[in-house]
């Protein structure tokens, strides 16, 4: 693999998501050769979701940068957050984002370790 020091998003492809979302895989083991961390970004439309999920090995932290989202953890509770809010998330909670703003909800998120998906 060539080494590489950086992604420009605008030039990788993202994966289109049911609940309406777009997901770009920007620096991991299989991008840029990480070892323990994988990065990317999320556009989750309006009035849509990052559904229920869990990491069962994976710390996640998220980074919001445009948009309003309603942060639910199982088992701890939900907040109305919004832009220039980091969220961590620890490995085995179960959470999700909605989407409950006017416009697109923008955001970062961090796995460390990185997804087994990120390898491949």
């Not at 060539?2 to 309406?20: D, L, Q, S, T």
């Not at 999920?53 to 109305?80: K, T, Y």
Request: aromatic share 6%; proline share 8%; glycine share 8%.
């Amino acid at each position: 693999m060539e080494k590489r020091f950086f992604v420009n998003a605008a030039e990788v492809e993202g994966e289109e998501r049911i609940p309406k979302r777009v997901s770009k895989l920007l620096l991991a083991p299989k991008t840029v050769n990480t070892r323990n961390v994988s990065m990317g970004l999320n556009v989750t439309a309006v009035g849509s979701m990052i559904p229920d999920h869990v990491h069962e090995e994976s710390e996640e932290v998220m980074f919001i940068i445009s948009g309003r989202a309603r942060l639910v953890v199982e088992g701890e509770g939900e907040w109305e957050i919004g832009p220039e809010t980091a969220i961590y998330t620890p490995p085995g909670k179960k959470h999700r984002l909605e989407n409950i703003g006017d416009e697109p909800l923008k955001l970062v998120w961090v796995y460390c370790p990185p997804l087994p998906q990120h390898y491949e």
